[in-house]
């Protein structure tokens, strides 16, 4: 079984400003891990995915995350957000020896830019 | 590019009535899933549903629950007698063999009155 969290559920920054949104997650096997952005009154599209390979990994929209292994984290960055990135961030997991498996989301990070 | 639809977009019932949820997942997609979102909390898994047989269902997906690929395109979730609880938005996914990516469908807005 897996369990995500994300330590924070609302971050309001300015402008501009660098972000991070953070996530940790609990597992007994290999995961592969995701982070999704839902804008208001939408569905969720993916931002970015570590599958394996290099632990930093770039999405779109200029956000990218690293995956720290020892830490199991997977926390999510941009250096300069725009007011067009408020929105709810969802972390998620899903089980790398089980093709299919569910994913397991944690509870959502409320970004808020503002002017 | 494909993706993911769902019809409704929005469905009002009320407490009781069965209501059937639909989907059309991506053409070559072989995973399927349903997951859902009560207002204000996080998505939660509800059942996945690979070679025309549920795969895996949480504690959620109780008898009430069901699903079914009737056509080849669409899959659907039809929940049989609708509490007020079953208000939430219903998002339907579908991916490919191997890395587990999931794409989403825009999901269908649940009401029980």
Request: proline share 4%; hydrophobic share 30%; glycine share 6%.
């Amino acid at each position: 079984a897996q369990s995500v969290t994300q330590l924070d559920s609302q971050v309001p920054v300015f402008e501009e400003a660098p972000v991070e949104l953070r996530c940790n997650y609990s597992s007994s096997v290999s995961v592969y891990l995701f982070w999704y952005v839902q804008y208001p009154n939408q569905g969720l599209q993916l931002l970015l995915k570590y599958l394996s390979g290099s632990t930093l990994v770039k999405g779109i929209n200029g956000f990218e995350a690293e995956f720290n292994k020892s830490q199991t984290s997977f926390h999510l960055r941009k250096p300069s957000v725009h007011i067009s990135d408020t929105a709810e961030y969802f972390c998620a997991v899903s089980d790398k020896e089980t093709s299919g498996s569910r994913l397991t989301f944690g509870e959502g990070t409320q970004l808020t830019v503002n002017p | 590019e494909p993706e993911v639809t769902q019809t409704p977009s929005h469905q009002v019932t009320q407490m009781g009535q069965e209501v059937i949820l639909r989907c059309v997942p991506i053409s070559n997609h072989l995973y399927f899933y349903w997951y859902r979102q009560i207002l204000g909390q996080k998505v939660e898994f509800l059942v996945s549903f690979y070679n025309n047989e549920i795969s895996e269902k949480s504690e959620i997906f109780d008898d009430q629950f069901s699903v079914e690929r009737p056509d080849g395109s669409n899959f659907t979730l039809k929940i049989r007698s609708t509490k007020l609880e079953d208000s939430a938005m219903y998002f339907c996914a579908s991916g490919e063999q191997g890395y587990n990516e999931q794409f989403f469908g825009p999901g269908t807005r649940l009401t029980v009155l």
